[in-house]
């Protein structure tokens, strides 16, 4: 996590502002370098985990209102979680998940709009009228027909004379997500994911696969346009998909470990320390989220407080 600019905290960097965090995901889905692999982030800390790891992508994850994943979720809510992990290194490019556009075109245009400033590489969308969760729900009401009016390009929205200078250098790169193909089948998904492609949407993303073959089935009707993956196959890379996002990565990890812990707590009324946690304490957790870095600004700038260490 060393800043490319020195005095810099993570986050900054020396790079020209036309090299977007979209830029850098195009440029790579472009490439021939393989899969892009996205952990499912869902707060600041889990972000700093991701790229401490050393992953080049990431995903935002739904977990913030502590709440079922049944469109409670605002995009006041989002947008605001988004660019908060977004700003950790802009550098690495965010995949942020934006529910049904939470409206109808109009709104989901506004959707695009809010998300290009907060420093979203790109977004998913899901095709359908209300807000449902993808794994679990297999009835949908599907839109009639595709909110083309929604634009792909900042230029092409409903605001684009308003001065967003920013936005209006950025490419995002919006993917359509598609989830009818356990309610209408194989045939009606691809149609509907091709029409999203004519609309300009940049990455295909077809949920409920059943089998490797329908996923390289769909990647090759779908070709040239790059199809994205929803969790876990083992021949992914070979299916043709050129996107896998690992969702619940982080959430799962985290809730299987807390509610462990929690229970050894409630049950014994103390919990067992790991010996790195004995060895490095809270300052151990710090630094993985920047503790140096920010210390090292801190100095330059000329402060004093932390001269003795925190």
């Known amino acids: 996590m060393t800043p490319s600019l020195?005095?810099?905290p993570n986050g900054y960097s020396a790079e020209?502002?036309?090299r977007t965090p979209a830029t850098r995901l195009r440029e790579t889905l472009d490439s021939n370098d393989g899969i892009v692999t996205c952990p499912?982030?869902?707060d600041g800390l889990t972000a700093r985990i991701a790229l401490n790891a050393g992953f080049k992508c990431a995903?935002?994850?739904t977990s913030r209102l502590g709440m079922p994943d049944l469109g409670i979720t605002t995009l006041q809510d989002m947008v605001a979680n988004a660019g908060m992990i977004a700003s950790l290194d802009w550098t690495v490019p965010l995949v942020a998940d934006a529910d049904t556009g939470y409206g109808g075109s109009l709104m989901t245009a506004r959707t695009v709009e809010a998300y290009i400033p907060a420093g979203v590489a790109a977004l998913h969308v899901e095709d359908q009228v209300v807000n449902t969760d993808a794994v679990t729900c297999s009835a949908r009401n599907w839109l009639t027909s595709l909110p083309t009016s929604v634009g792909f390009e900042p230029r092409s929205l409903p605001r684009s004379g308003c001065k967003q200078p920013w936005a209006m250098q950025a490419t995002l790169y919006?993917?359509?997500e598609q989830m009818l193909l356990n309610s209408l089948g194989f045939e009606a998904a691809i149609d509907r994911l091709q029409k999203a492609i004519d609309a300009g949407a940049n990455v295909a993303f077809l949920e409920g696969l059943t089998s490797v073959q329908q996923g390289k089935d769909a990647c090759g009707r779908l070709a040239p346009t790059p199809v994205l993956l929803n969790m876990v196959a083992g021949e992914a890379?070979?299916?043709g998909f050129k996107i896998i996002m690992f969702p619940a990565l982080m959430l799962a990890a985290a809730y299987?470990?807390?509610?462990a812990t929690a229970v050894e707590l409630k049950n014994s009324g103390?919990?067992?320390?790991t010996e790195k946690q004995r060895k490095e304490g809270p300052k151990g957790i710090f630094t993985s989220v920047g503790l140096l870095h920010c210390l090292a600004f801190d100095k330059k700038a000329g402060g004093t407080s932390y001269e003795d260490g925190v």
């Open 6 to 8: 020195d005095g810099l």
């Open 16 to 18: 020209p502002v036309h």
């Open 270 to 273: 103390t919990i067992t320390v």
């Open 174 to 176: 919006l993917s359509q």
């Open 40 to 42: 499912g982030v869902y």
């Open 237 to 239: 890379q070979e299916a």
């Open 59 to 61: 995903g935002t994850a």
């Open 256 to 259: 299987d470990s807390c509610m």
